[in-house]
């Protein structure tokens, strides 16, 4: 009976939510994408109904702007969705698990554990919590992942919601339902800034609409009350401002530093050296004129017969010296130590397989 391959997404041990066989991937709480396309398109279909329409009788019948005010609407609707999706559905920089922790980094504890089979003792693996690796000529420690059974990237941190390590973590964002990483930074930032954009043109056509109105009833409450999807788009409008357009001035003021909202709020007030802080103009043109990075994991790919059996390819860090933070005393001796627990470990592999082979024989008599 021939056994069906699984691909990568379907294997997955993260908790995220695929769609279309892999092509698209979200967050667990993907849910709130929906309502943050309904926060978007309810008021934009209300105001080319209603105030547009307004505006438009109101204006000469030979103005542009007639048909101008509400394709311009429909025109930034459409790109802040598109913003949003590509937000949302895309790999935010997920770095790909090791099926076991990194062999050629093992450090073992000289504590001795119990080898319940034939009483043995043998020494225990262990792994340094933290590592040192320089970056532009400055230490920087980076920590080791249980759940991912690898040293984390430099800027890289392990989101708790999508249980993944993502590169360059900025935040988890529950209003777009994925996690902001080196992948989709950019394209978040032009959607939380183009939706400040969008409620700054809604707001000031729904008071020019009223503008209109006054002039024809004099009274501002009688505008008011002739076209109240006017007040309510404003206070609507008014109230997400503050909201989009802070985030905006926020990021602005990262991106100018180079910095993530992760840091930010880490290790903001500990007044540490930003290592990679490049200046304000070569920062922003590393967020919006760099290439994005090609995905690490291809999420449609068969997986492997071998990975369920040999350690999957580890990350690696490009141009950086690698320096491990250990607890050893000198380093000659660390590797003398080690190497005679490797030699123990192969006398000891030796005498297993000598028993094996007298059980074996004990048998077939």
Known sequence: MATTRQRVYQAWKGRNIFLLKGRLI???????????????????VIFC??????????????????????????????????????TSSRDPGIVPRNSHPPEDESFYDPSVRIDANNGRQTPTPRLPRTKEVLVNGLPVKVKYCETCMLYRPPRCSHCSVCDNCVERFDHHCPWVGQCIGVRNYRHFF????????????????SAWNIKFLMDQHVYLWRAMRESPASVVLMIYCFIFLWFVGGLTCFHLYLISRNQTTYENFR???LNRVNVYNKGCLRNFLEVFCSKTKPSRINFRAYVQEEQTQQQQQQYCFPAMQVREAANRENGDGGDDRRVKVEDNLEIDK????????????????
């Open 267 to 269: 290790y903001g007030a």
């Open 190 to 205: 032009l959607f939380v800034s183009s939706s400040a954009f969008l409620c700054i043109y809604v707001f000031a056509m």
């Open 49 to 86: 109904t209603s105030v547009a329409r307004n505006l438009a009788d109101e204006l000469p019948p030979t103005s542009c702007l007639r048909y101008a005010i509400p394709a311009a609407a429909i025109l930034f609707t459409i790109y802040v969705l598109v913003l949003l999706f590509l």
């Open 350 to 365: 030796d005498f297993m397989k000598i028993s094996e082979r007298h059980i074996a024989i004990e048998d077939g008599v």
């Open 26 to 44: 979200f967050g667990p709480d993907a849910r709130s994408v929906a309502i943050t396309v309904l926060l978007i398109l309810i008021p934009s």
